[in-house]
């Protein structure tokens, strides 16, 4: 007589998301080993006598300009997203080994590869959200950055042994990863099917929450730009490794912030990750010591896990259902814009790059304390408590099948709606609450997902919510929840 293993039901349950994680894992893995800053490109190029930062550069600029127009495309135009999923990580591969065996062609090739990667990421954002319950977001996107760095930490200590053209092929075989699981995703995007007939983005679409974040992410990362430039090289030097150890700090302290993210919420995340950032450029300027160094990079490791983490993990939540990839796309536009400004003027600014270093700690330090008061902590970014079962209760109709809304946030959705609500879509509302999928809700009701969809669509329009996220924070934001 078998045991059943207390982990199968969590195994079962998380079965379902690791398509979505690999297919963004595998195009992770190679960005940070091949076209960003990664060891193998910068190898490959003092190989073949390249300027190794001209393509670096082109590679962000049409990256940057990939997400926010790729966004934009993938939700006018559906079988764009879905032809993302599945040719992009392919067209990146092959792209790859002709950059690996002729270099010189860097310059065109590498703004092709930030283009064709941003085309993956944003096709990706609505199937995600898709097949991933609010409640286990943070903690399954985390393991996309932690797989990647794993993997570019230990790829650096090899540089040494191998030939560069051989380090690009091997950097980018976890794209095979992505091809594969690319042709599952799209399957699963009933919205990019190409026999649909064209969507157009409502004209109403809010971009309200994108506007509120976007000054925050663009000053974080813009001191991430300047940290490339000016920090990194010299700890590197002064550590006396190829290797920074910030890396293993960001894979060691992501997974701890994600599970406290989709617990507590994202609030900490906003203030902790801008001020360990400012603390590593004061103990950098302070301190120009090994230790001082390595503290550095402890708090850089620390402080850009939980900004990549919230940048994430928010743009996901506050995107509205039809407007996924253009609110990704434009808040990743300002992940990956001002880090190419930063490192543009770190780099080529002839004043800038001569302050002394207390000065421009200083002034990152200024720009780490602006950039918290930029944020706007909406309600959009507010992890809610997840609700107890619900109830049995008088709210469901005779006919009704499925479970009652918990009493609660039924009189909480009675409050902020401009209209009344069936009891049918209570229960729809109650169970999206409480962080479930559309799948999920359609099996707990024993209905199709399209009547699900159906649903969702009415409580929004009379709720005034431009999707789940905003309806949670509505609703749990006033409720008296037990526990």
């Known amino acids: 007589m078998g045991v059943a293993s207390p982990f199968g039901s969590f195994r079962a349950e998380m079965r379902p998301l690791f398509p979505a994680v690999a297919f963004l894992g595998g195009i992770f893995a190679w960005l940070v080993s091949v076209p960003l800053f990664g ?21 962000l600029g049409g990256h940057a300009l ?12 559906p079988p764009f997203r879905r032809a993302g999923l599945a040719y992009a990580a392919a067209a990146s591969f092959l792209l790859t080994l002709v950059t690996s065996f002729a270099p010189l062609l860097s310059p065109v090739t590498f703004p092709l590869l930030g283009i064709i990667a941003a085309w993956g990421i944003v ?42 053209v051989w380090l690009v092929i091997f950097a980018s075989l976890p794209l095979l990863a992505s091809v594969a699981t690319g042709l599952r995703l799209a399957a699963q995007d009933p919205g990019g099917d190409r026999a649909s007939p064209v969507p157009v983005l409502a004209p109403a679409l809010d971009l309200r929450p994108l506007w509120l974040l976007a000054p925050f992410l663009f000053v974080v990362y813009l001191s991430a730009g300047v940290s490339y430039s000016a920090l990194t090289p010299s700890l590197l030097r002064v550590l006396q490794t190829p290797v ?12 701890f912030l994600a599970l406290a993210a989709d617990r507590k919420g994202m609030r900490n995340l906003a203030v902790a990750g801008p001020l360990l950032l400012g603390a590593a450029f004061l103990v950098w300027a302070a301190s120009p010591s090994f230790g001082g160094a390595l503290m550095t990079q402890v708090l850089m490791g620390s ?8 940048t994430w993990v928010a743009l996901l939540e506050i995107a509205p ?14 992940n990956v814009l001002p880090i190419l400004i ?54 469901a109709g005779p006919g009704d099948a499925g479970p009652a809304a918990d009493s609660i946030v039924a009189v909480r959705l009675a409050e902020v709606a401009v209209a009344p609500l069936s009891p049918r879509e209570l229960e ?56």
């Open 303 to 310: 402080g850009y896990a939980a900004m990549d983490l919230l």
């Open 123 to 164: 096709s990706w954002a609505p199937v995600f959200t898709r097949l991933v319950p609010l409640g286990h977001r943070a903690l399954a996107f985390a393991g996309v950055p932690v797989a990647a760095n794993v993997l570019k930490y230990v790829w650096s200590f090899g540089i040494g042994h191998v030939p560069a």
């Open 342 to 395: 930063g490192a543009g003027l770190q780099a080529r600014v002839p004043w800038l790059a001569s302050l002394p270093a207390a000065t421009l700690a200083g002034g990152m330090l200024f720009l780490m304390l602006v950039a918290v008061a930029f944020f706007r902590d909406t309600a959009l970014l507010v992890r809610h408590k997840a609700l107890p079962a619900a109830p049995a209760s008088a709210l």
């Open 321 to 334: 259902a039809g407007g996924t990839s253009t609110v990704f796309g434009i808040g990743l536009n300002m």
């Open 66 to 77: 990939g997400l926010a127009a790729g966004g934009l495309i993938a939700d006018v135009w």
């Open 428 to 483: 729809v509302a109650c169970l999206v609450i409480q962080g479930m999928s559309l799948g999920e809700v359609a099996k707990q009701l024993v209905v199709s997902e399209n009547t699900v969809k159906t649903h969702l669509a009415s409580i929004y329009r009379k709720t005034n919510c431009r999707g789940r996220a905003e309806l949670s924070a509505k609703v749990l934001s006033g409720a008296e929840l037990p526990g």
């Open 39 to 59: 060891p193998t490109w910068l190898a490959l190029a003092a190989a073949a006598h390249v300027n190794a930062f001209t393509p670096i550069y082109l590679f």
């Open 244 to 255: 920074a150890p910030s890396l293993l700090t960001y894979v060691i302290v992501i997974p």
